[in-house]
């Protein structure tokens, strides 16, 4: 299930090295994650290294945005 996206204002192109990770992603595609800093903040870092793990399984290219945790 995908939450609502909406675009607001406008529309600046990805920086070129996001562009390029995006643009050579195959003809599997690209997945982008965001967890936000509410649920990142009370991952453990197991959790976020098993997260890690299954995305570098995937065919897809993986976006991964994780904050709060470092």
Known sequence: MVGPLNVKGDVKPLPPDLEEFV???GGQGFIIVSFGSNL?????????DMFATAFGKLKQRVVWRLKGNG
């Open 23 to 25: 643009s050579n992603s």
């Open 40 to 48: 990142a903040s009370i991952l453990s870092k197991e959790v976020v």
